[in-house]
């Protein structure tokens, strides 16, 4: 079955300090990839998606490049801000899921000044 | 535009009781999604509706059920509660469903504490 592996955290940055949160997948069928973000007490939002290989999602300063040859969608950013502080889920979904998405175990973020 | 609105925002029942769960998605999306997310165990799927049919389950027992509305929102029942259903339960919804690989938008989700 589909699977999605996050690098486990938590993870402690200073401000203005590089980000990579590393998620590799398997999958039945051919995936998207999504980066959702959920910070204390609120669902998730969506952060980033990539629908095909070599395709980049970006959004808030925040980046991840779909490699199908090394089954990866890593995320990174290249200045954290304490307002980063969050869990971050690596999902994928594919059109023999049967709807279902599957989510990484999430990794979270603290940003201290 | 609105996106996935849940209600209520918290619940707090015993156990043996039933909760119900309430979602709309936003306007124009036919499938909602449904994912507890329990302390320590990630999310994990529930249930699919699409077009007012139930689509897919996750592995859950039978006392988690739910139905979809003609306007596409979405109701989830939990019955004879026990203390491990405490948990967050998120709805998604999305455009499309079989055979898609739409992006699944979130609401804020239902805290359901059971003592």
């Known amino acids: 079955g589909d699977s999605v592996t996050q690098m486990e955290g938590p993870v402690t940055l200073s401000e203005e300090a590089f980000l990579t949160i590393n998620c590799t997948y398997t999958?039945?069928?051919?995936?998207?990839l999504f980066w959702y973000v959920q910070y204390p007490g609120e669902g998730l939002q969506l952060l980033l998606k990539?629908?095909?290989?070599?395709d980049k999602g970006s959004n808030k300063g925040f980046e991840a490049t779909y490699r199908k040859e090394t089954t990866s969608f890593h995320l990174e950013k290249g200045s954290v801000q304490v307002s980063d502080s969050a869990v971050y889920f690596c999902?994928?979904?594919?059109?023999?899921?049967?709807?279902?998405?599957?989510f990484g175990d999430g990794t979270t973020l603290t940003v201290k000044p | 535009e609105a996106g996935v609105t849940q209600s209520p925002t918290h619940l707090i029942k015993t156990r043996g009781q039933q909760a119900t769960l309430r979602c709309s998605p936003i306007?124009?999306?036919?499938?909602v999604y449904w994912y507890q997310q329990a302390l320590g165990l990630g999310l994990q799927f529930l249930l699919w509706y699409d077009e007012g049919e139930e689509r897919n389950r996750g592995n859950f027992p039978p006392r988690f059920s739910g139905r979809q509305f003609p306007n596409y929102s979405s109701e989830l029942n939990v019955n004879a509660l026990e203390l491990e259903d405490s948990a967050l339960y998120l709805c998604?919804?999305?455009?499309?469903?079989?055979?898609?690989?739409?992006?699944?938008?979130f609401g804020p989700g239902t805290r359901l504490t059971v003592l």
């Open positions: 998604a919804s999305s455009l499309a469903g079989l055979g898609s690989t739409d992006t699944q938008y």
């Open positions: 999902a994928l979904n594919t059109n023999t899921n049967a709807g279902k998405s599957t």
């Open positions: 999958a039945t069928g051919y995936p998207s």
């Open positions: 306007s124009g999306h036919t499938s």
């Open positions: 990539a629908t095909k290989a070599d």
